[in-house]
C-alpha cells in the first residue's frame, strides 16, 4: 500500500486514541460516569453513536458482499432495518431511558431487568448477563473477523496480525475512555461512514459512464440482479419466508443492548425525537450507499473483467483501484471505523455485566467506585482476547456471525424490553421464562440437524422469527395466568406513565 494510505489511516488511529485520553478523566470518576457517561449524551452524538455501533463491518463488508453475490433481493434487510430502527427510537428510546432512571438508577440491561421486576432472586440479572457475555462475544469476534481481512487484502499483512492489530486499538481507548469515549469515537467514525458510503458508489458510477450504462451492465449479467424478487446466488424467486426472514432482522433492534443503552444515556427524554431524526437519516443514506457499492462494485469488476475472491471485499478493492491513495486510506478508515464502533460498544456492555452483574453482584458487593471501574477495564481486555482467540477460524463468515448473535439477542431480549416497557401486568416469572425459550429456540434452530424442503432450519427462516415469538408468547401467557401484584412495581410504573406524558 502507497504510504500517503499509511499516513492516513495513522492520522485515524491518532484521533481515536486522543479521544480516549479526554474522556479518561470523566470515566475514571464513577461506575456510571464510565458505563453510561453520566446519562449526559447529547442527541447528534447519541443518534451517530447507535448508528455507528449498530453498523459494524458488515456494513462496508457484509452488506456489500450480499449484493455482490445475491443482487437487490439482499435490500430486504436493508428494509426491514429502517423499519425496525425506527420503531426502536418511537417504541423504546424515550420509555426506556425515564423506565431505567426511575428503576432504581438502572445503568445496564440486565440492572433494568431485575429493578423492573423486583428480583431479589437475581435470577434475571444472572441469566441476562450469561446471554449478554455468551452472544456479545460470538458478535464481537466478528468485528475482529472483519479486521483481520481488511488487514490482510489492504496492506498484505497476515490475518491474525490483522486481529491483533484492530483488537488493540479498541481495547486501549475503551480502556482509557469508558462510554463517554466509545459513544465520542462512535459519533466521528459514523460521519466518516456517512461519507465514504455517499463517495464510493458514485465514483464507480462516473468509472462506467452513468447510471444507465450501469444498470445495462448488471442487466446484461446471466442472473437477473436487478430483481427484488429473485436471488441471483441462486438463480431462484425468493420465496415469501425468504422475504420475511429478510425483513425481520429488523426486529432484532429491541434487544440490541449495544444500541438501546444509548437511549438510557441521552441527557433527557426531550432529546430523543431530534436523535430520531438524525439517526434514521443516517442510517437511510447510509444503508442505500453500501447497497449501491455492492451493486456498482459488481458492475465494475463485470465490465473490466475483473476477479473478486472474496464478494466482502468488495469496498476495498474499489478504495483502493479508483482513488487517490490518501483517499483510499481515508476510505479504509470508513470500515475500521465500522469495525471499531461495534467493537468498542460490545466490549463497554459486556465489561458492564460482567463488573456490575457478576463481580460486584456475587463476589464483591461492597466493592469500591475505583475497584469496580478497574474490574471494568480488566474485562474489556478479557473478552478482547477470547473474541481474538474465536476469530482465528479465518473462513468465519462475517455476515452468519452477525446474523447469529442479532438473532440471539432480538429473540432473548427483544419482547421482554418491548412488553416490560408497555403492560405493567407483566411478570418476573414471564419475563425468566420468555428470555431462557427466546434464546434456546435461537439455538436449537442453528443447530439442530433438521431440514425443510433440503434446507436446514435457519437457511428456511431466519432464527429472529421463532424466537422472538417464542419469547412474546410465554411472556403473555404466564403473566396472564400469574398476574403482576406488586403494588410497588405496579405504582413505578403509573409514575413513567405521568414522566412521558408530561415530556
Not at 430486504?76 to 426511575?102: K, M
Not at 440492572?111 to 452472544?135: A, G, M
Not at 444498470?215 to 424478487?229: H, I, K, R, T
Not at 469500591?368 to 474489556?380: D, F, N, T
Amino acid at each position: 500500500m502507497e504510504p500517503l494510505a499509511f499516513v492516513s489511516l495513522g492520522l485515524y488511529f491518532v484521533v481515536m486514541l486522543g479521544i480516549g485520553l479526554y474522556s479518561f478523566k470523566q470515566s475514571s470518576t464513577d461506575v456510571e460516569g464510565y458505563m453510561l457517561g453520566g446519562r449526559n449524551l447529547s442527541p447528534k452524538v447519541t443518534a451517530l453513536s447507535a448508528g455507528a455501533s449498530d453498523m459494524s463491518g458488515w456494513m462496508l463488508m457484509g452488506l456489500p458482499g450480499a449484493m455482490y453475490v445475491s443482487g437487490l433481493s439482499s435490500a430486504w434487510i436493508a428494509v426491514g432495518l429502517v423499519i425496525g430502527a425506527y420503531l426502536n427510537y418511537l417504541w423504546v428510546a424515550p420509555r426506556l431511558r425515564v423506565y431505567t432512571e426511575y428503576a432504581k438508577n438502572a445503568i445496564t440491561i440486565p440492572d433494568y431487568f431485575e429493578n423492573r421486576f423486583n428480583d431479589t432472586s437475581k435470577s434475571l440479572r444472572l441469566i441476562s448477563s450469561i446471554v449478554i457475555v455468551i452472544f456479545f462475544t460470538l458478535y464481537t469476534s466478528s468485528g475482529v473477523v472483519a479486521g483481520g481481512k481488511l488487514f490482510e487484502s489492504s496492506f498484505g499483512l497476515d490475518y491474525e496480525l490483522g486481529l491483533y492489530i484492530t483488537a488493540g486499538v479498541v481495547v486501549a481507548y475503551t480502556i482509557l475512555g469508558g462510554f463517554a469515549a466509545v459513544s465520542i469515537t462512535d459519533f466521528v467514525q459514523g460521519c466518516i461512514m456517512f461519507v465514504s458510503l455517499v463517495l464510493v458508489p458514485v465514483v464507480v458510477v462516473f468509472e462506467l459512464g452513468g447510471i444507465t450504462e450501469a444498470v445495462s451492465q448488471l442487466e446484461s449479467l446471466p442472473a437477473n440482479y436487478m430483481a427484488a424478487f429473485h436471488d441471483a446466488s441462486t438463480g431462484k424467486a425468493v420465496s415469501l419466508i425468504g422475504i420475511i426472514s429478510l425483513l425481520s432482522w429488523g426486529l432484532g433492534y429491541f434487544g440490541q443492548p449495544h444500541i438501546i443503552v444509548r437511549f438510557m444515556a441521552i441527557r433527557s427524554v426531550k432529546d430523543v425525537k431530534v436523535a430520531r431524526r438524525i439517526g434514521i437519516s443516517w442510517m437511510v443514506v447510509s444503508i442505500i450507499g453500501a447497497l449501491a457499492t455492492g451493486l456498482m462494485g459488481l458492475a465494475y469488476v463485470t465490465a473490466n473483467n475483473g476477479t473478486l475472491a472474496d464478494p466482502e471485499t468488495v469496498f476495498i478493492y474499489l478504495s483502493q483501484l479508483l482513488f487517490n491513495p490518501l483517499i483510499g486510506g481515508f476510505l479504509l478508515g470508513a470500515i475500521l471505523a465500522a469495525i471499531m464502533s461495534t467493537i468498542s460498544s460490545q466490549l463497554l456492555v459486556t465489561s458492564s455485566s460482567l463488573t456490575g452483574d457478576f463481580y460486584q453482584t456475587f463476589f464483591r458487593r461492597h466493592a469500591s467506585q475505583k475497584e469496580l471501574i478497574i474490574a471494568g477495564r480488566a474485562s474489556v481486555a478479557l473478552v478482547a482476547m477470547v473474541s481474538v482467540y474465536l476469530a482465528y477460524d479465518r473462513d468465519s463468515s462475517i455476515l452468519t456471525l452477525v446474523s447469529n448473535a442479532w438473532a440471539g439477542f432480538g429473540a432473548a431480549f427483544g419482547p421482554i424490553i418491548l412488553i416490560s416497557l408497555f403492560w405493567k401486568g407483566m411478570t418476573r416469572l414471564s419475563a425468566i421464562l420468555g428470555m431462557l425459550l427466546g434464546a434456546i429456540t435461537v439455538l436449537l434452530w442453528i443447530y439442530l440437524p433438521v431440514t425443510i424442503y433440503g434446507q436446514s432450519l435457519s437457511s428456511w427462516m431466519y432464527e429472529i422469527v421463532p424466537g422472538f415469538l417464542v419469547c412474546s408468547v410465554t411472556i403473555i401467557l404466564v403473566s396472564l395466568l400469574q398476574k403482576q401484584t406488586d403494588t410497588e412495581l405496579l405504582a413505578t410504573f403509573d409514575e413513567v406513565e405521568k414522566v412521558l406524558q408530561q415530556a
